[in-house]
């Protein structure tokens, strides 16, 4: 993905400000409140405008997954939901994150995101009603709000910057995300959100128990990632919610949600669900790493090197055997990318003002997606130019823009500068595409069996888990059940 320099600036002058916050404030009802408010630089923010653009930054930088059919089958669901809440008349947003990460997470303001590695484990509409409808309470009950810091709302701001400005992939921050959100909320905020998501099902028609099952798929997800964890000596993720602060027989948990299931039946509606909706709706469905398009236009992919840079609309980039030179069309500017071998006892500012011929001045500091490096202006016989050195992988990326009216175009040659990063792996990732399918099982087949024509990690520990029989469980004769298959959708 490719920020702007000016989307850059507010993410990250953001999460400055809200990174020195004192504490939030508004109310604290179940009911919700009138937004989120937090003491950062001397002003008070609210947190609630800073979701909208944020929200809006995502949405303009690809973090929805395309899947017209699906978001419009999981809004109908929230919205369902939402109208039985105690914010009935609440303006919430319901989105499919493209990540493969199990997760989902609310911030403030209404918006709910659902990752789609959530909903290819998921087994039906009332479990997936049932995460929506937590994830509502966290916002109707003013969980963000009623925090003694600020510190979840810096999380929104942080994980939204840690996208957009290339430092990381999608799955990574709603991993990231989500393990501060457990932390954040806590086992009192998790268990107000079971309740009263519970309810909200209830009323809507959906039976409260599935919140159970939902705990189960999840447990087995925690159970299955230790058990990786263990092997590969790397820490587990969690989800923030319903399963991290329950286990299974949590006798609070399964209290709050038959209290729910116990509420007057002339409020609750009739049952809502469709048969075959969700299975249909996930029929299909992309599993694993996005497939979705990841190139920009006006980004330049050097895939053997591993970097990106972005220049404006209409310039070309010239790769040769020893530069590369992106030009404006008019050829009024261009910026050539040289390649050197690091000298580690050297910084990039030193490396610069070792290779700079004239007058250095307007030197500036560079750290952008996890790199370091310096830039400067070289001024010499009535010229100047905009110098660059960022280190990466061993090596010295040399930077060096002219330009005939160069006061006009330096800006530009800058934001070029600053737009290098590290290929991320959705737009280096290559082979064949896969998708989620439901398949009846053929008489004598096991999920060993079926697994051998998988090819995935963990092939039947995955069968399991997408089919709520791991670790040891097996299909029955003519089930429908999910299997990862290649191919188009």
């Known amino acids: 993905m490719n920020p702007s320099p000016l989307l850059r600036n507010f993410l990250l ?11 939030a404030s508004s109310s604290s009802s179940s009911g919700g409140g009138s937004g989120v408010v937090v003491t950062a630089g001397g002003r008070e923010v609210k947190i609630e405008d800073e979701s909208d653009e944020l929200y809006a930054k995502m949405m303009e930088e690809g973090a929805a997954y395309d899947d017209p059919e699906l978001q419009a089958y999981i809004e109908r669901i929230g919205q369902r939901l939402v109208a039985h809440s105690d914010q009935p008349d609440g303006e919430f947003i319901f989105t499919v994150i493209d990540s493969p990460d199990i997760n989902a997470f609310a911030t403030p303001g ?5 990752n789609r590695g959530l909903l290819a484990y998921l087994d039906n509409e009332a479990e ?9 309470a966290h916002v109707t009950a003013n969980h963000h709000g ?8 810096n999380q929104v701001i942080a994980t939204t910057a840690y996208i957009l400005t290339g430092s990381g992939d999608l799955a990574d921050a709603s991993s990231m995300y989500g393990q501060e959100l457990l932390s954040g909320f806590g086992r009192e905020h998790e268990l ?7 309810e909200y099902m209830h009323k809507a028609g959906y039976d409260a128990q599935e919140l159970l099952e939902v705990i189960g798929v999840l447990k087995d997800q925690e159970q299955y990632q230790r058990v990786k964890a263990r092997s590969s000596g790397k820490p587990s993720g969690t989800y923030h919610g319903l399963y991290a602060t329950h286990p299974r027989n949590d006798q609070r948990l399964q209290t709050v949600i038959r209290t729910a299931g116990e509420l007057d039946e002339d409020e609750r509606s009739p049952d809502p669900v469709i048969p075959g909706e969700f299975k249909q709706m996930v029929d299909g469905m992309v599993f694993g790493p996005s497939i979705q398009g990841q190139k920009d236009e006006n980004r330049f992919y050097h895939n053997k090197l591993a970097f990106t840079f972005a220049h404006p609309p209409g310039w070309s980039v010239s790769t040769g055997s020893s530069a590369i030179v ?21 910084t990039p500012e030193q490396a610069l003002r070792a290779g700079a011929t004239g007058d250095l001045s307007d030197g500036k500091v560079l750290e952008q997606a996890g790199l370091q490096g310096y830039s400067a202006v070289a001024s010499a016989g009535g010229t100047a130019k905009r110098l660059a050195v960022i280190d990466y992988k061993g090596l010295n990326y040399q930077f060096e823009g002219a330009a005939g009216d160069f006061a006009a175009m330096d800006k530009t ?19 064949t595409p896969l998708y989620v399918r439901y398949v009846q099982v053929p008489r004598g087949a096991t999920y060993a069996s079926i697994a051998s024509s998988i090819r995935i990690p963990d092939a039947e520990a995955q069968l399991r888990l997408l089919n709520g029989h791991y670790p040891r469980g097996e299909p029955r004769t003519g089930d429908w059940i999910k299997v990862i298959q290649p191919g188009p959708s």
């Open 13 to 23: 002058g953001s999460l400055a400000a809200l990174a020195v916050s004192g504490c």
């Open 128 to 136: 997936l009603a049932g995460v929506i409808s937590h994830e509502i």
């Open 192 to 198: 107000e959100a079971d309740g009263l998501g519970a």
């Open 110 to 114: 209404g918006y709910i995101y659902i």
């Open 326 to 346: 992106a030009s404006a069309p008019d050829g009024a500017a261009n910026l050539t990318i040289t390649i050197a071998r690091r000298d580690a006892a050297k």
């Open 413 to 431: 040659l800058l934001e070029i500068i600053e737009s290098f990063r590290p290929l991320l792996d959705r737009e280096r990732r290559s082979g």
């Open 146 to 153: 009623r925090q003694k810091s600020g510190r979840i709302t």
